[in-house]
């Protein structure tokens, strides 16, 4: 659905994006992070031609993003909040937007609803608070009924119940067959909703994998019947063991299949079996202090 | 946000049909509708028709009971020089407005031809000057009508409202032009006001170079259809060149 193909942008004496090439497939949420300066925001203007590569192709669906003469319907991007007029309306704001993709003025208050603004409708932008803007920003993104969706930051400054709803809706989205690309500093939201996970440091892509490969930590935990006998088999094929509490055993260096398989190759009964998972914020922290040694 | 519902997307059969602009008439539509939200767009064309409209009273005033429609036109004339006063200044405030309070960033996320939006833009501005010159015209037409009871000479208010409605045009035309050059209003302002009608003075070595930037001069031809070369120049040097330094730096970023 998106794809950027060796995409660099240059800011005087700063490389803002350094050959970024990775893709947002169809279906799916890709989650972006890193830290501020890392270039997210301005990838994410790169799709929408707010800020033209200096090198590179920023493709949605094969089209090139500078061939593109309407985004709504096609693209809806959420950006910074303060880009919205202070001096209109919540609903002129969101019909504009409308307007311009082609929607029905019947679709605006629908849409404000489901961000949770219906009733502040007829209030000027610069009376909202910050976290009904954030949700006006981002009914200003779905309106179109977009096929890919841009978020830089959503969730900033949204109350926790918005947060879990908003992340409820973009998982709807993706799995309604349209793309999300996301940006943002929490990093265990990013890691609940997103199916690939991008790191981004200094311009670059120092990390681009799914979340599953990403977070798994080639650890499985296992409680069986006879734990010894498990631990002995698992050493004798060169595996870690340690053995924990309640008969449970942790096996470094292997999965879920191999201790299963093992364990039933001897009739063992496994009571429990899992894959230890990596946080994001462990990964992203190793990823990040590797590529700043570089 | 209580309840989650999702927007299943409504699919195109082909992605190209984005490759096509949207609508140019649309665009201008959707000005149409920012500008009333814009207060100072708002604020500044009012007070431009309240001063056209004071300055016609003023002048009504004057006029002795049987004043001919001759009579009647020239004061119209003096009061639509005083309604035009403003509108360079109304001008940067529409061309710089999108960049100071973020907008144009809004609507370029939706409609990336940038040269389209511009042009979409400054049609709607002139759409607006011509609806505000159309209204001050009106104005004084009645308040002709009330003062002299003639409505021949109420008739040829509204018959010679074409330079009003010229100067204003190109009045608005510069300093739009200028405001979204500079991104701000202070620069259009002194330009228009300070610096351009102090160039008409320019001479060198007895040559007269102040008439090639004379943007006075350059209006006043064009609203008595009497456009020589001299006013291209100015034109060219008050308009051209500006719209260019402002579709590049479009170019480079909203």
């Known amino acids: ?294 | 946000m209580t309840t989650v519902a999702t927007h299943p997307s409504e699919r195109p059969a082909d992605t190209a049909a984005f490759t096509r602009p949207v609508p140019f008439t649309r665009l201008v539509a959707v000005h149409l509708r920012i500008w009333p939200a814009q207060r100072a767009m708002t604020a500044a064309t009012l007070v431009a028709v309240l001063i056209g409209v004071a300055s016609m009273l003023f002048t009504l005033g004057r006029l002795h009971a049987g004043a001919t429609a001759t009579e009647v036109v020239r004061q119209f004339g003096t009061s639509a020089a005083a309604y035009s006063l403003l509108w360079s200044a109304i001008g940067a405030v529409a061309g710089a407005g999108p960049f100071r309070n973020k907008w144009a960033q809004l609507l370029l996320t939706f409609a990336p031809r940038r040269g389209r939006w511009f042009a979409a833009m400054l049609a709607s501005v002139l759409i607006w000057t011509v609806a505000a010159a159309g209204l001050f015209t009106v104005l004084c037409a009645a308040l002709v009508l009330i003062r002299t009871g003639s409505a021949g000479a109420a008739t040829a208010v509204v018959t010679n409202a074409g330079p009003v409605v010229v100067a204003s045009l190109f009045a608005v035309t510069v300093g739009l032009v200028l405001g979204a050059a500079a991104r701000g209003v202070a620069v259009p302002l002194v330009l228009a006001y300070v610096i351009a009608p102090t160039l008409p003075l320019i001479s060198v070595h007895g040559v007269h170079l102040g008439a090639l930037v004379d943007l006075g001069g350059a209006a006043d031809h064009l609203a008595a259809g009497t456009v020589g070369w001299h006013d291209l120049t100015a034109l060219c040097a008050w308009i051209v060149a500006p719209a260019a330094l402002a579709l590049w730096r479009l170019g480079r970023g909203a």
């Open chain 1, 1 to 294: 659905m998106l794809t950027f193909d060796a995409v660099s942008k240059r800011y005087g004496a700063v490389q803002a994006l350094d050959r970024v090439e990775f893709a947002v497939p169809a279906g799916s949420v890709v989650g972006l992070v890193g830290h501020n300066g890392a270039g997210k925001t301005t990838l994410m203007k790169t799709v929408t031609g707010l800020v033209r590569p200096d090198s590179g192709d920023v493709r949605v669906d094969g089209i090139r993003v500078d061939r593109l003469g309407r985004l709504g319907g096609l693209v809806g991007v959420s950006f910074d909040a303060s880009v919205l007029p202070a001096t209109w309306t919540a609903t002129a704001t969101v019909r504009v937007a409308a307007e311009l993709s082609g929607r029905p003025a019947e679709d605006v208050p629908a849409t404000l609803d489901l961000v949770g603004l219906g009733e502040v409708g007829r209030r000027r932008v610069g009376a909202l608070s910050m976290g009904m803007r954030q949700r006006l920003a981002l009914a200003v993104a779905l309106i179109g009924k977009p096929r890919l969706l841009v978020l830089d930051e959503p969730t900033n400054a949204l109350d926790p119940s918005v947060v879990q709803d908003l992340r409820g809706w973009i998982r709807q989205h993706a799995e309604a067959g349209n793309s999300v690309l996301v940006s943002s500093h929490n990093l265990p939201e990013v890691e609940q909703i997103s199916d690939r996970i991008v790191v981004m440091q200094h311009g670059r892509v120092m990390q681009d994998a799914t979340t599953a490969d990403l977070l798994a930590a080639h650890t499985v935990l296992v409680r069986v019947d006879r734990p010894d006998v498990l631990a002995d088999l698992l050493s004798q094929r060169g595996r870690r063991v340690e053995p924990e509490a309640n008969q449970v055993l942790r096996v470094f260096g292997t999965n879920t299949d191999e201790v299963g398989q093992v364990a039933a190759g001897c009739g063992l009964v496994v009571r429990e079996l899992y894959a230890e998972r990596q946080r994001l914020a462990d990964v992203y922290e190793s990823i990040t202090t590797e590529g700043a040694a570089r």
